[in-house]
């Protein structure tokens, strides 16, 4: 069992709380932050707990800890109780809160180390809940879909989807096999990319029908609702068309093509093609996401409906507002995608002065008419047929004046102020600016504020309106009328003809209205020239900027590994009297990692005989790179790919490759080149596969201080944290790691030679096997490759050469003070030799394995070797 101790360096803090967040009830509850960081988002659409996991929200336990616990939302629903926790907590007096949306948390960890907890804070959506009866107005068009910059939530719903010729196979045929992913909104966005480090080429045999022995992509055909067929890594005619020589290249190619986006469909079926090749030799894994990229906002018809009628704001009757005028102004404010999110606080704001506010955002006129008493809401949108507009001409105009049109001191440049809250913050859009008139008169600038605007391209849009408004020459009238103006609303059109005033014929807009007194009943009103309708594009782009904040959203480890320690590693940690009095039979856990995006760093997780997983330390990223040729047991110059981090390598450091440890002689990030030293520390030269990741582990490891013992197996989990978040636990890959004193075993020989040669294909008569010596304890933490020169023995060290011939044991010489051993095969075959280092029962962690042929191959006349039928050569001894 392993053993370990941390000490206390502070303290978790524990909060019960109860907020209220609105008049209830409401539609969602979408997200909840500490500090103004992400602690928990999603949709949750009734009342209900949601489990909050945001351990390193702050730091975790090195900073000021996070946010771990259980929040009740009570939406306010009419049937709402009291809730049990509060009731428990704070007393039997707890009230129900019916009608009011509230949260309560529950006494979890929030914040760690500092004693004043940041402050919280929620996101919620209230456009069709929270309506007198019977309920929302006109829901058809309550909600509009605003798109914003960036997604607004990403739901990874699969991190490594397979695509591999055993799961689903063919074109997408009538009836054929697919992978059905449905519950999109058609404004979602399904993205498929590659996962980097889970890609394995697929490859063809030399003897199939083309481009024998090349590797090539695998492709995925999308299908959906709509009926479109769209393909992604693969070209129309559903054939793997793109072939490389190797496959490092062929995963690079994937790596380097941009993601898959489709939309416009409520469910998608991916067609996976394995119908070329017939076996399975490889693989690709996607990862699916649903990415919503809009954000659901109000219509302003319904926030002044609401606002003039609910029970909270106006109180007044559904009967006192027109539904037509205001059916005919949500149709139009829905098409134009006036989405907005508006607050009010009645302390600081009248119910009037709140429609005022929503009316010059809209361009509009929310008034009750003189005639019939109910509510109207008119647009300024120039939507009019112009026949049917009233005249109102000389007969009817008791006083004119027309105001002067002076540009000279007019606005031509306009900012909006809007609050964005995806990212919770103020922006102020690029001025947008009438050209002319700055070059004319100067910059006259003016930012407006609007923050009921959710999004860049509608603040863009009201501030090209605004300068339109104030830089284009209009004709502006005070007028005196007789009655025939008085149920005019503001906001309304008419037809101005004057001729006796040089105006035959113009469409103006009811302004300002003044209904006359006792001793005149004359109606004196403004009056403007139509110019105020709202443009269906702006001409400035918002610029959203770049996030310098790192992502918050752990991203899944693809690349990783865990193992036992090697000594070498071990006599670096501790110091020569802890290393002097470590016992055989401990061994120490040790991981490395690959940087799967732009998170900070990881935890190594490690459990324990129950199966609980505890921490051990966090770690920096190693250093990584694919090898991308294969190799034997002699090169030592290599070509990397996919490398990261390896700006941070230092000339002898020690990598990990495979089962091998290697040393760093020389590298050139930029060619991408490498040479190494091979078979240090306790391994041996081996084979390697193209495309094995090597691991220059001194950049960063995790390394447990907890002892394990010999035959103890424990499974580790590496978890990648952001800023803020830490990926959860159950959906971490487990690495098991199997500890068998490796820290204690002797090392093996090095500079093997077998009649001296490093790796021969044939022998005739004896074979000869020698090597030198290598000290464990004399090289400590020196990282001493295999062919340099002998070191040692270890006290106590004896070498066993094993000799096979065509697969059976022939020969063994143990006890051998000197690695050195000549053995004569009795016949002719095929030969392996094992060479192993043994002290105190101990053998080396590993050893050394050759194969060669022993005697001549026949030949025919012309050098070629003879097989028999089944491709064996024929070997003369």
């Not at 990862?287 to 109180?315: C, E, Q, W």
């Not at 016992?583 to 935890?603: E, F, I, S």
């Not at 068998?740 to 490093?758: F, T």
Request: proline share 6%.
């Amino acid at each position: 069992m392993g053993k370990g101790s941390k000490p206390t360096i502070g303290f978790w803090y524990h909060l019960a709380y109860h907020h209220g967040l609105t008049v209830g009830p409401i539609d969602a509850f979408l997200e909840f932050r500490g500090g103004d960081k992400t602690a928990w988002s999603g949709e949750l659409t009734s009342s209900g707990t949601i489990h909050v996991n945001a351990p390193m929200l702050w730091g975790g336990e090195k900073d000021q800890g996070g946010i771990v616990g259980d929040l009740d939302v009570m939406f306010g629903e009419p049937t709402q109780v009291p809730n049990p926790y509060l009731v428990q907590t704070f007393g039997a007096q707890t009230a129900a809160w019916r009608g009011f949306s509230t949260v309560a948390f529950k006494g979890g960890r929030y914040g760690a180390m500092n004693p004043y907890p940041k402050p919280p804070s929620y996101k919620i959506r209230q456009i069709l809940q929270g309506w007198d009866a019977p309920g929302c107005w006109y829901p058809e068009k309550a909600a509009i879909l605003i798109h914003v910059e960036g997604p607004v939530s990403d739901a990874v719903l699969y991190n490594e989807l397979a695509m591999a010729g055993d799961v689903v196979i063919g074109p997408p045929t009538p009836g054929g096999a697919y992978i059905e992913i449905d519950g999109f909104d058609p404004s979602d966005e399904l993205v498929l990319q590659v996962v980097d480090g889970s890609y394995t080429a697929w490859s063809r045999f030399a003897n199939d029908s083309d481009n024998g022995g090349r590797s090539w992509t695998c492709g995925v055909a999308v299908t959906s609702d709509t009926g479109a067929t769209t393909y992604y890594l693969d070209d129309p005619s559903y054939s793997p068309a793109h072939y490389f020589p190797t496959a490092a290249e062929a995963h690079a190619y994937a790596l380097s093509q941009p993601p898959g986006i489709f939309t416009g469909s409520t469910y998608y079926r991916l067609h996976f093609a394995d119908w070329v090749v017939n076996l399975n030799r490889g693989g690709l894994s996607l990862k699916v996401i649903r990415r919503g990229r809009f954000l659901h906002a109000i219509n302003p018809a319904h926030v002044l409906y609401y606002s003039r009628t609910n029970s909270d704001m106006g109180r007044e009757s559904r009967a006192s507002i027109n539904d037509a005028s205001l059916r005919a102004a949500a149709d139009k404010l829905y098409a134009e995608g006036f989405g907005i999110c508006p607050d009010w606080d009645p302390a600081n704001e009248s119910v009037e002065d709140f429609e005022k506010r929503i009316c010059k955002l809209i361009g509009g006129s929310f008034t009750r008419s003189l005639e019939d008493g109910q509510w109207y809401l008119d647009l300024a949108r120039g939507d009019y047929v112009l026949a049917d507009l009233p005249i109102l001409n000389d007969d009817d105009i008791l006083d004119f004046k027309e105001q002067p049109a002076i540009l000279d001191n007019a606005v031509n440049s306009v900012s909006v102020r809007y609050f964005d809250p995806q990212r919770k913050e103020t922006i102020v859009t690029a001025p947008t600016r009438a050209l002319g008139l700055v070059a004319a008169f100067g910059t006259i600038h003016q930012t407006t504020d609007y923050r009921a605007i959710p999004a860049a391209d509608l603040a863009a849009r009201i501030a090209q309106r605004d300068v339109m408004a104030s830089a284009t020459p209009k004709r502006v009238f005070d007028l005196a009328t007789m009655r025939k103006t008085y149920a005019w609303r503001p906001n309304q059109y008419f037809r101005l003809q004057t001729p006796k005033r040089g105006i035959a014929d113009m469409v103006c807009l009811v302004g300002d209205k003044q209904s006359g007194t006792l001793k005149s009943g004359a109606i004196r009103m403004k009056a403007a020239q139509d110019i105020y309708s709202l443009p269906s594009t702006g001409y400035v782009h918002v610029e959203p900027g770049v996030d310098t904040r790192p992502p918050q959203t752990p991203t899944p480890i693809t690349a990783q590994r865990a193992l036992e320690a090697p000594y070498v590693e071990i006599a670096a940690m501790l110091s020569r009297a802890d290393l002097a009095a470590l016992p055989a039979a401990v061994g120490y856990a040790m991981a490395v990692a690959a940087n799967p995006g732009g998170d900070l760093d990881y935890t190594m997780m490690v459990a324990d005989a129950t199966g609980n997983y505890a921490d051990a330390g966090r770690a920096e990223w190693c250093a990584s790179a694919t090898v991308v040729e294969s190799a034997g047991y002699v090169e030592t110059a290599f070509t990397l790919a996919g490398g990261s981090g390896l700006g941070g390598v230092a000339i002898g450091m020690g990598a990990l490759w495979d089962d091998e440890i290697v040393r760093v002689d020389a590298l050139d990030v930029g060619a991408g080149t490498i040479t190494i030293g091979r078979g240090c520390a306790d391994t041996v030269r081996q084979r390697h596969s193209a495309g094995a990741r090597l691991w220059i582990y001194p950049t960063g490891f995790a390394y447990g201080a907890t002892e394990y013992t010999d035959g103890e197996v424990v499974d580790v989990k590496l978890l990648p944290n952001t800023g803020s978040q830490q990926q959860d636990l159950a959906s971490a890959t487990a690495l098991p790691i199997t500890f068998g004193q490796r820290q204690a075993r002797p090392y093996p020989p090095a500079q093997l030679r077998i009649n001296g040669m490093s790796n021969p294909s044939s022998v005739v008569g004896a074979i000869t096997v020698t090597g030198v010596h290598r000290d464990r304890v004399q090289q400590a933490d020196q990282l001493v490759d295999s062919e340099m020169a002998g070191i040692g023995p270890e006290a106590g060290t004896t070498y066993t050469f094993r000799y096979f011939l065509n697969g059976s044991l022939v020969n063994t010489d143990a006890g051998l003070a000197t690695p050195s051993s000549t053995y004569t095969p009795s016949g002719a075959g095929i030969v392996r030799v094992e060479i192993e280092a043994v002290r105190d029962g101990l053998t080396s962690y590993q050893m050394h394995v050759r194969e060669f042929v022993v005697g001549l191959p026949l030949l025919d006349e012309t050098g070629v070797p003879i097989t028999t039928e089944d491709n064996q050569l024929i070997i003369m001894g």
